[in-house]
């Protein structure tokens, strides 16, 4: 006969290829490959490889103890220390495998978790459930919920599996399953966290001992456990010296773990609650009056023609006479002649627009019809304040509380379905005819108890539940009209946006006028300087004829006022043969005053260039 002892030291040896190595298994060949596989390639998702940090915590009492022991292993060798001691397995043993927070590895190596699984043949399905921790594939993990169990109830087949060296009878029921439940977090970031926690068992249902196998985020489930075994009577070690006291401390450790499930969904709720009724107390709130008030369009105000400087400016006309100083008043204003500045005949009234439709359109206008703008405002406040409650901020918020509102209903939903089948399963091991009879006589009121207090949470979990489906249906509405608004808003901007565009076309339909008309005045204005230059060029031809002429008739002017300057003299009595007579007194005369007369105005051209070339060089 092979001796079971024997082949579960060869299974811990091969521990590496758990869960292939179990020695018995309700999965096939091919999923164990598949867990196995999956294992490997997650080692380093799931499992913190720095030695640090490594710990697997047990709590145990033995036959003949009255108490628990806590035990810890911070390594390989002092787990195979502590299961390969030549004695039984405990009464009831418990064994704790945490991490730092629900988004962090194991703290254990993945050697010291197989190994574990491997020594107390844990079964295959426990692997769905611990592939939810570690480190997330994404950054939000989809919920996962599960129940299943393996049931070895039939005492003929009992005897292959038995392990007596152990204690083990080979007859059990197995179930491995999760949770989720809500608890407050100190570390930064959301002040709630959802968190699981995955729970194996087993139940010797001969010899009575019961094995617990916990894996969660934090130490919470490990806390609960040691006190329970403290403070109630049904779990302390003294209670659990045979098979029904075991089964009844099997049911109350099952309803540690439902409680911690239950609690803190109300809170959490209320928050999500309070969180939204902020935000849709203030849409319900809203001034829809006021709100349609501030975006209303002034249609009238919209289609009126803007006065502009183009109605006073006026083409130079043919009758007007083009001079320096009419073309420079009559020059037109536009925005590429801005020096120009506005005159009484020309004055310049500008029209401002908001440069957006959330600036308002009061600023620069006057008291009156002409300083009304196209956007009704209120007198005392902004009247897009009201808008800017509207943000895609709080629609953020919006969509954030809805979707916590969805995880928080689907997680409650998978509870209370794990918390139903794990009554059903109790309840439909009575209907087993090869479950013990010491169980079912003993034990009735223990499972009424049970199904009383599962129904209780499963209850108040349903009512949770309406409360988020209430919220939800809440959410809805109010962001269907938060949705309203926005459209609103946006509708309405477009409005003033095309109000403004329409205002600037009409001003730059305008400007263009202007500045054809600013054409035409030049045009008019080079003409007229055609004319000018025109005239001037035969002038200049009369002037060089003129010059010509006098060219010509110089030299007989100059000697005919020489002779007739008298400084020559003619015989009167014989005009014809005399020869003339030179007056040199004459002369003298004419020289004395001519020549200085000519110095003098010399010099003082002289004196007067000297003068304009040192004020150049000199300032």
Same mark, same amino acid.
């Given at each position: 006969?092979? #001796?079971?002892?024997?082949?579960?030291?060869?299974?811990?040896?091969? !521990?590496?290829?758990? &869960?292939?190595?179990?020695? /018995?298994?309700?999965?096939?060949?091919r999923a164990l490959t598949s867990y196995r596989d999956r294992l490997d390639e @997650?080692? #380093?998702?799931i499992f913190d490889s720095n030695p640090k940090y490594a710990l697997v915590e047990l709590l145990e009492t033995f036959d003949g103890q009255i108490d628990f022991s806590p035990t810890q292993c911070k390594n390989l060798d002092a787990l195979k220390g502590h299961f390969q001691v030549n004695r039984k397995d405990p009464r009831c043993r418990h064994v704790f495998i945490e991490s730092d927070h629900s988004r962090a590895p194991l703290d254990c190596s993945k050697e010291m978790f197989v190994y574990v699984m491997s020594f107390l043949q844990v079964m295959a399905p426990f692997m769905?459930?611990?592939?939810?921790? $570690?480190?997330? =594939?994404? $950054?939000?993990?989809?919920?996962?919920?599960?129940f299943q169990h393996e049931d070895y109830i039939s005492a003929q087949q009992a005897h292959r599996f038995a392990n007596p060296r152990l204690g083990r009878s080979g007859r059990e029921i197995r179930q491995c399953y999760n949770l989720w439940s809500v608890e407050r977090t100190d570390a930064g970031g959301p002040p709630w966290s959802i968190r699981q926690t995955a729970v194996f068992h087993s139940l010797d249902l001969e010899a009575g001992q019961s094995l617990w196998v916990n894996i969660s985020a934090n130490d919470e489930i490990k806390d609960r456990i040691t006190d329970a075994t403290a403070s109630c009577e049904a779990l302390q070690a003294e209670s659990l010296h045979d098979l029904c006291g075991s089964f009844s401390s099997t049911l109350i450790t099952h309803l540690v773990v439902f409680e911690w499930c239950s609690e803190n969904w109300r809170r959490y709720i209320s928050s999500l609650e309070l969180n939204l009724r902020e935000i849709l107390d203030k849409v319900d709130s809203v001034p829809v009056e006021e709100v349609e008030r501030a975006l209303a369009v002034d249609s009238k105000a919209l289609i009126k023609p803007l006065l502009t400087p183009a109605s006073t400016w006026q083409p130079a006309g043919r009758g007007r006479t083009v001079t320096r100083r009419n073309t420079a008043i009559s020059m037109p204003t536009s &925005?590429?002649? &801005?020096?120009?500045?506005?005159?009484?005949?020309?004055?310049?009234?500008?029209v401002l627009m908001p440069s957006s439709p =959330?600036?308002?359109?009061?600023?620069?206008?006057?008291? *009156?019809?002409? *300083?009304?703008?196209?956007? !009704?405002?209120? %007198? #005392?406040?902004? +009247?897009?304040?009201?808008? /800017?409650?509207?943000?895609? %901020? /709080?629609?953020q918020n919006l969509n954030s509380i809805g979707a916590a509102l969805h995880t928080a209903s689907l997680v409650i939903k998978l509870n209370t379905h794990v918390l139903m089948d794990q009554l059903e399963y109790y309840e439909s091991l009575w209907e087993e005819a090869e479950f013990p009879r010491d169980i079912k006589s003993n034990c009735r009121v223990h499972l009424s108890q049970f199904s009383q207090q599962v129904r209780t949470i499963v209850r108040s979990l349903e009512m949770e539940r309406a409360r988020i489906e209430t919220l939800m249906l809440l959410l809805h509405d109010g962001r269907a009209l938060f949705d309203k608004f926005l459209e609103f808003r946006s509708i309405e901007q477009s409005k003033l946006f095309?109000?403004? !565009?329409?205002?600037? !076309?009409?001003?730059? @339909?305008?400007?263009?006028?202007?500045m054809h008309n600013s054409t035409l005045n030049v045009e008019a204005m080079t003409k007229s300087m055609h004319k000018i230059a025109e005239k001037t060029e035969r002038e200049t031809a009369s002037m060089h004829t003129i010059t010509v002429v006098t060219l010509i008739f110089l030299p007989g002017t100059f000697v005919a006022t020489f002779f007739g300057s008298g400084l020559f003299q003619w015989d009167q009595n014989? +005009?014809?043969?005399?020869?003339?007579?030179?007056?040199? $007194?004459?002369?003298?005369?004419?020289?004395?005053?001519?020549? +200085?007369?000519? $110095?003098?105005?010399?010099?003082?051209?002289y004196l007067q260039t000297k003068w304009k070339t040192f004020r150049q060089c000199y300032g």
């Amino acid at each position: 006969m092979v #001796d079971r002892y024997d082949m579960l030291e060869a299974a811990c040896s091969n !521990a590496d290829n758990y &869960p292939t190595n179990l020695l /018995r298994s309700l999965s096939f060949r091919r999923a164990l490959t598949s867990y196995r596989d999956r294992l490997d390639e @997650e080692r #380093d998702r799931i499992f913190d490889s720095n030695p640090k940090y490594a710990l697997v915590e047990l709590l145990e009492t033995f036959d003949g103890q009255i108490d628990f022991s806590p035990t810890q292993c911070k390594n390989l060798d002092a787990l195979k220390g502590h299961f390969q001691v030549n004695r039984k397995d405990p009464r009831c043993r418990h064994v704790f495998i945490e991490s730092d927070h629900s988004r962090a590895p194991l703290d254990c190596s993945k050697e010291m978790f197989v190994y574990v699984m491997s020594f107390l043949q844990v079964m295959a399905p426990f692997m769905d459930l611990t592939f939810g921790f $570690g480190k997330p =594939l994404s $950054g939000k993990a989809f919920h996962y919920a599960s129940f299943q169990h393996e049931d070895y109830i039939s005492a003929q087949q009992a005897h292959r599996f038995a392990n007596p060296r152990l204690g083990r009878s080979g007859r059990e029921i197995r179930q491995c399953y999760n949770l989720w439940s809500v608890e407050r977090t100190d570390a930064g970031g959301p002040p709630w966290s959802i968190r699981q926690t995955a729970v194996f068992h087993s139940l010797d249902l001969e010899a009575g001992q019961s094995l617990w196998v916990n894996i969660s985020a934090n130490d919470e489930i490990k806390d609960r456990i040691t006190d329970a075994t403290a403070s109630c009577e049904a779990l302390q070690a003294e209670s659990l010296h045979d098979l029904c006291g075991s089964f009844s401390s099997t049911l109350i450790t099952h309803l540690v773990v439902f409680e911690w499930c239950s609690e803190n969904w109300r809170r959490y709720i209320s928050s999500l609650e309070l969180n939204l009724r902020e935000i849709l107390d203030k849409v319900d709130s809203v001034p829809v009056e006021e709100v349609e008030r501030a975006l209303a369009v002034d249609s009238k105000a919209l289609i009126k023609p803007l006065l502009t400087p183009a109605s006073t400016w006026q083409p130079a006309g043919r009758g007007r006479t083009v001079t320096r100083r009419n073309t420079a008043i009559s020059m037109p204003t536009s &925005p590429l002649n &801005p020096s120009v500045a506005p005159t009484a005949d020309n004055p310049v009234t500008p029209v401002l627009m908001p440069s957006s439709p =959330l600036a308002g359109s009061t600023h620069g206008s006057q008291p *009156g019809k002409q *300083g009304q703008g196209l956007v !009704a405002e209120s %007198e #005392d406040n902004d +009247p897009f304040e009201v808008l /800017r409650e509207f943000s895609l %901020e /709080r629609l953020q918020n919006l969509n954030s509380i809805g979707a916590a509102l969805h995880t928080a209903s689907l997680v409650i939903k998978l509870n209370t379905h794990v918390l139903m089948d794990q009554l059903e399963y109790y309840e439909s091991l009575w209907e087993e005819a090869e479950f013990p009879r010491d169980i079912k006589s003993n034990c009735r009121v223990h499972l009424s108890q049970f199904s009383q207090q599962v129904r209780t949470i499963v209850r108040s979990l349903e009512m949770e539940r309406a409360r988020i489906e209430t919220l939800m249906l809440l959410l809805h509405d109010g962001r269907a009209l938060f949705d309203k608004f926005l459209e609103f808003r946006s509708i309405e901007q477009s409005k003033l946006f095309t109000a403004n !565009a329409h205002q600037n !076309a009409q001003r730059m @339909e305008e400007f263009t006028v202007d500045m054809h008309n600013s054409t035409l005045n030049v045009e008019a204005m080079t003409k007229s300087m055609h004319k000018i230059a025109e005239k001037t060029e035969r002038e200049t031809a009369s002037m060089h004829t003129i010059t010509v002429v006098t060219l010509i008739f110089l030299p007989g002017t100059f000697v005919a006022t020489f002779f007739g300057s008298g400084l020559f003299q003619w015989d009167q009595n014989n +005009p014809v043969t005399s020869t003339p007579i030179w007056k040199p $007194g004459f002369f003298v005369l004419f020289s004395a005053i001519c020549f +200085p007369m000519m $110095g003098v105005i010399i010099l003082l051209w002289y004196l007067q260039t000297k003068w304009k070339t040192f004020r150049q060089c000199y300032g």
